[in-house]
């Protein structure tokens, strides 16, 4: 199965019998947006499940696991410039290209010093389009209003290990 998926250029996944995968499918699919947008890989069978375990229990929201991979070491580390992190909201929170209007006013603010990041993510994340897309994966958009990174979430998350309450 992995060799015809490999040929065609397709991540084959992995399935964990008696996880619950089955069950939340759709959960799994967000998460694994979360991996492949906010950082550029596939996410681990640990990272994966508990992610999709703590979406599906309502544990955690969109904007929640949202904030752990774009506010993570593993992302920040990547020192993404201000029109790549804003093309990268775009890409997670809203499912598509930047408008050139909507793209040069987020970039502005944040070049001015308008708005942090923090600032930037919370328009997005609090956006109509990402509570449609939260709806198509079955989990609570959730509300953001994060000012900084000393603001605690809920939940501590760290998108390369299983998330852990707090």
């Known amino acids: 199965m992995v060799l ?3 040929e065609y250029g397709i991540y084959a996944g992995f399935y964990i019998y008696g996880s619950g995968m089955e069950r939340n499918a759709a959960i799994n699919g967000f998460v694994d947006r979360l991996y492949t947008i906010c950082l ?3 996410g681990d069978i640990g990272g994966q499940s508990g992610w999709g375990m703590h979406l599906a229990e309502g544990v955690m929201d969109g ?3 949202g904030y752990g991979f774009i ?3 593993e992302y920040m580390n990547k020192k993404t410039s201000n029109e790549e992190y804003v093309e990268m909201l775009y890409s997670t929170f809203l499912g598509r290209t930047p408008d050139e209007g909507g793209f040069k006013s987020w970039v502005e603010k944040l070049d001015t010093g308008d708005y942090s990041r923090e600032g930037v993510f919370n328009g997005f994340c609090n956006s109509a389009e990402f509570t449609n897309i939260c709806g198509n994966y079955g989990i609570e958009r959730g509300t953001a209003n994060y000012a900084d990174l ?3 979430p809920k939940t501590q998350v760290t998108p390369t ?4 309450s707090t």
């Open 4 to 6: 015809v998926c490999e």
């Open 40 to 42: 550029d890989r596939h």
């Open 63 to 65: 904007a929640t696991a």
């Open 71 to 73: 506010f993570s070491p």
């Open 150 to 152: 000393t603001y605690t």
């Open 161 to 164: 290990t299983e998330p852990t």
